[in-house]
């Protein structure tokens, strides 16, 4: 089997975020890899352990995990976590043109290097802490034509059928789904508990391979993505005023009664 | 005129209020075509600002999730010449979205809170700190509203009505629906459209009981954090936050909740927002209008007797 984990860099989500003209300023804060990829990661690598004669990823199990992320150069730091983790490999698309790229530059982006990677299953987060979408594994399964099982909740896979079921979890409910591979699959924080790298997973990371890929290595021509060709425009982002300091009070024995007259002034009750 | 494509919600022949949401703001930019895949809903459309009901049929669309309903109002975007198409910001309405903006070749913007005339929308962005205007500007603007950031308005005449068959590509029909369990309705508001909503978290124990009292006795939704959905004690539907649902309601009480970025994620563009937690360092106070700093247990049922002691 041969899965691919797209992961992205985002924003440490605890810093404090601004815009840098119409775009994310993310020079000034900390990077990490987007939580929810954690997830996607930690799936793939359970399903390989479940399907591996020696119940471990690695090479020796006939199955292989390749990360996948566009992003600057500094989110090597990133696919390094990843591949700390488990992944084997990586590919990173990186080029000056992909600066400011919408949710379908980045799909398109994407979908052309799974196109070329003969995979039966693309794992990715729910959302990017960043851009907040959840769109881009809806927008992948399109692009590519596979089965689209997203807002997985639980998923089994039987390799020997190439067949993949997921409790996909909406607002709507649960719905049970299944496929037959290929298909793009996106999880939720629910599925599983992300491993930390171990001590000998960071060192065996520092062995395996970012294959780097520009724009012109996927014949992608730059017209088609980066901030010029997004066909949404940011035309203006002010800063709201600041929520004033709010009214703290000890409870001894008062406070529900002194909240309720506090919602009575406010006049929302 | 310019004609505008709303995704109908709902399940039961309960059509959702975010639907009026949808028509409201479509009804400033021309011609509203409310889509509807569930004909039991079609009744209960009257009651909003809709000029044209399509009712579409053909095929099971609660057999395969998203794509076949993307796929669909694809062809309706060019049968009815629309400009722009609405869809509530849900988890499956980003993801038509996403689908429908690389099949038409359009432009998407997701969780506005406002879109005028001339399709300009507003998002509010890093916890509500900074407003973003934007538009589409190449093909039918995509667009997800949230829930409850408008005032619904009123219909003003009985739409026409008319059928709608697609035709459905097998890629569509590539992942099934094998079993559902539609999330359960109880007696209480729909998160995202309360005006207020209580959230207990991991301080409730898992004694939700004083969390729904004090949201019984205001009309208002319960929700939880992740803490709590993850321990059992709230249904996953309710969880708010990051990977759970967006709220914006006038008033959000957090009981019992440390407010960790991922559930703030979900609840800080609130209007008014209470906490209450032992903690007098927990960092749902740094965005507190008003916090008590003291037991939910205690403080809950106090609050609850003195509202019941106003009416
Ligand atoms: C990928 C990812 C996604 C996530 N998504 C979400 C999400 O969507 N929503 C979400 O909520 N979280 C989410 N989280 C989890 C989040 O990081 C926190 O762990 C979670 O919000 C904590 O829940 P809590 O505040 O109830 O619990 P805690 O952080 O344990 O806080 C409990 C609070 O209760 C107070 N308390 C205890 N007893 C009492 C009492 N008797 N009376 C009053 N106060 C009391 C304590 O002082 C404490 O402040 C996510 C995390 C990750 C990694
Ligand atoms: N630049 C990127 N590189 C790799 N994967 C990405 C990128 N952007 C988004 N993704 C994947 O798509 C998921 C949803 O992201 P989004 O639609 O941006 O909220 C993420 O969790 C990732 O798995």
């Known amino acids: 089997m041969r899965i691919a984990v797209c992961v992205k860099q985002v924003p440490d989500s605890w810093a404090e975020k601004k815009m840098n003209g119409q775009v994310l300023d993310r020079a000034g804060v900390d990077a990490v890899l987007n939580d929810l990829d954690e997830y996607a990661i930690e799936q793939a690598l359970q399903i390989v352990e479940a399907n591996s004669p020696t119940k471990e990823a690695g090479p020796e199990s006939g199955h292989t995990i390749t990360l996948i992320s566009m992003g600057p150069d500094r989110a090597n730091e990133a696919i390094r976590k990843g591949l700390s983790m488990g992944a084997d490999e990586a590919i990173h698309v990186v080029d000056d043109g992909l600066a400011g790229s919408d949710a379908l530059a980045t799909s398109l982006v994407l979908a052309n290097v799974i196109k070329s990677g003969n995979f039966d299953l693309v794992f990715c987060g729910t959302e990017s802490t960043d851009a907040r979408m959840s769109v881009v594994p809806a927008m992948l399964a399109q692009r590519l034509g596979w089965a689209q099982l997203t807002f997985a909740a639980s998923v089994a896979v039987d390799v020997g059928l190439s067949e993949v079921k997921i409790a996909r979890a909406t607002e709507v409910g649960i719905e049970n789904m299944s496929a037959k591979f290929p298909a793009v699959i996106s999880v939720n924080e629910k599925i599983n508990e992300p491993r930390y790298p171990s001590f000998k997973g960071i060192m065996a990371a520092k062995k395996k391979s970012i294959q780097a890929k520009s724009l012109s290595d996927l014949g992608i021509t730059p017209s088609e993505v980066g901030g010029k060709a997004a066909w949404s425009n940011v035309k203006d982002a002010l800063l709201r005023p600041a929520r004033g300091a709010g009214i703290k009070v000890e409870d001894s024995g008062d406070g529900g009664s002194k909240l309720v007259d506090f919602l009575a002034e406010k006049r929302v009750i | ?311």
């Open chain 2, 1 to 311: 005129m310019k004609s505008v494509l709303i995704l109908v919600d709902g399940a039961n022949g309960q059509v959702a209020k975010s639907t009026g949401e949808l028509a409201t703001f479509a009804k400033r930019i021309g011609e509203v075509i409310a889509v509807v895949f569930d004909p039991s809903l079609v009744a209960g459309l009257g009651a909003y600002a809709i000029d044209k009901v399509v009712v579409v049929g053909g095929f099971d669309a609660t057999k395969f999730s998203p794509a076949p309903i993307a796929e669909s109002l694809a062809q309706l975007i060019t049968t009815k010449s629309a400009s722009a198409v609405l869809i509530t910001s849900s988890a499956r309405g980003k993801e038509i979205a996403g689908r429908l903006a690389v099949i038409s070749g359009s432009g998407i913007i997701t969780d506005a809170i406002d879109v005028d005339a001339d399709l300009i929308t507003t998002q509010s962005v890093f916890g509500g700190s900074t407003s973003v205007h934007a538009n589409v500007s190449h093909g039918t603007a995509i667009i997800t509203l949230r829930s409850n950031a408008v005032e619904v308005i009123a219909a003003s005449a009985t739409p026409t009505q008319e059928d709608f068959t697609p035709t459905i590509s097998d890629m569509a029909k590539l992942a099934t629906v094998t079993s559902s369990q539609p999330a359960a309705k109880g007696g209480r508001p729909e998160l995202t459209e309360a005006s207020i909503v209580v959230s207990g978290g991991r301080g409730t124990n898992g004694d939700f009981k004083p969390v729904e009292a004090f949201a019984d006795s205001l009309g208002a939704a319960v929700g939880a954090s992740r803490a709590a959905t993850d321990a059992g004690w709230y249904p996953h539907t309710h969880q708010v936050g990051q990977t759970g649902k967006t709220v914006s309601p006038q008033l959000y009480v957090a009981c019992g909740i440390s407010g960790a970025i991922q559930h703030r994620a979900g609840m800080q563009t609130s209007k008014l927002i209470v906490a209450i937690n032992k903690d007098p360092e927990a960092p749902i106070f740094e965005l507190a209008d008003y916090g008590v700093v003291g037991d939910l247990f205690n403080v809950l049922p106090a609050a609850t007797a003195a509202i019941a002691a106003k009416k």
